[in-house]
């Protein structure tokens, strides 16, 4: 059977080669992982003129159908391959990490189909499972692309004159200044905007976030203690305190700005904060 070096990789459950049971995994169709994200448009004839109406057009989800072939010589063994398979799908989102001569993506899928199996025989069958993306976005796998700052700060910076017994010239020694910019600077090395999730580390009172490129501001009215937490999700557009409590009545400014492709930079401010505060950025590397 043909293999074509495709190696998908769902929720853990490895879509090629031998597994446990001794059965033999190929995946030799692929469709959806490689097409782009189909349009929401929608339009309507004008009554009254030329052309059509239409609405705020936006990037739909995805349908990916893995499809291939699954042998053993031994039926049960077979049989129990496959329940494994469908034991490890999920309803609600799961990692597929897919592979092909180098280029790899991630997407985050559910089960959208009954996955199928087709007896070719008692020791070979086809099998097929459609699963279904509710972003557009493909993504690079692996660790997400992330960094911190502490508040922008300046500590030292001193000059201390000296002259040695015995005359000669004044000299001195130099302690240079250390300083902390407040900002984060992270590329999305994808072709796509990519959510974005900040953190934000007490203690800091007002703290604030600019994502330089876009303008585009996170502020808050509050008072931020030691140990404490303010989240935001750019996915869920979510903004929580110490993780659980809705940050209600806090949000002064909420523009949410995603990350663009190639460089982009966070700015961290506060009325007032110690060396403790820190904000961190976090997204994935986003594909079209």
Same mark, same amino acid.
């Given at each position: ?115 199928? !199996? ?121 903004? !929580? ?48």
């Amino acid at each position: 059977m043909w293999d074509g070096g495709v190696r998908p990789v769902l929720n853990g459950f490895a879509l090629f080669g031998v597994d446990d049971n001794g059965s033999e995994w190929l995946c030799n169709a692929f469709d959806g992982l490689f097409d782009g994200s189909a349009s929401t448009l929608a339009t309507s004839q004008k009554m009254w003129g030329d052309g059509f109406f239409a609405n705020r057009a936006n990037r739909a989800g995805r349908v990916f159908t893995l499809s291939g072939a699954l042998a053993n010589d031994d039926t049960q063994a077979l049989v129990a391959s496959w329940d494994a398979l469908k034991q490890s799908l999920l309803l609600e989102s799961q990692e597929l990490v897919f592979t092909w001569n180098g280029v790899e993506r991630l997407a985050l899928v559910r089960q959208s189909d009954q996955p199928i !199996l087709t007896w070719k025989g008692d020791r070979l069958a086809t099998w097929s499972v459609q699963l279904t993306s509710l972003s557009p976005f493909l993504f690079t796998p692996g660790s997400r692309v992330s960094g911190s700052t502490a508040l922008p700060a300046s500590v030292g910076g001193m000059l201390f004159p000296y002259v040695f017994e015995g005359g000669g010239s004044p000299n001195s020694w130099q302690f240079p200044e250390e300083t902390v910019s407040g900002m984060v600077s992270l590329s999305n090395g994808g072709t796509a905007e990519s959510a974005v999730s900040l953190r934000i580390d007490g203690p800091c009172v007002n703290p604030g976030v600019e994502h330089v490129q876009s303008g585009k501001r996170m502020m808050l009215r509050l008072s931020l203690g030691t140990g404490h937490y303010v989240t935001f999700d750019g996915e869920s557009h979510e903004v !929580l305190i110490d993780g659980s409590d809705p940050a209600r009545g806090a949000v002064v400014r909420r523009e949410w700005a995603s990350a663009q492709p190639g460089g982009n930079t966070w700015a961290f401010s506060a009325d007032s904060g110690s060396a403790g505060a820190l904000l961190t950025v976090g997204f994935r590397e986003a594909w079209l």
